[in-house]
């Protein structure tokens, strides 16, 4: 019976360090897709204020000549 008691002791400590584990990537998991989602936003706004900047130097350049 002890051993019963034991392996059932051992199979709940692995199953709660699954369940951690499982918890801890799950949530920074969820941490690299936000910052992610954010640096995809950061490229788009640089990429209009490019296009916006590149606009205006080629109005300047044409009013200049």
Known sequence: MES???HGAVA???GGAF???GWIVKK???RI???LKQLRRD???LEKQT???TAEL???RQSDE
């Open 28 to 30: 920074f998991t969820g």
């Open 58 to 60: 080629r109005v300047r």
């Open 33 to 35: 897709a936000d910052e």
């Open 12 to 14: 709940a400590v692995a």
């Open 51 to 53: 296009i916006k900047t």
């Open 4 to 6: 019963l008691t034991e």
């Open 43 to 45: 490229i788009n706004d």
């Open 19 to 21: 369940f951690t584990i």
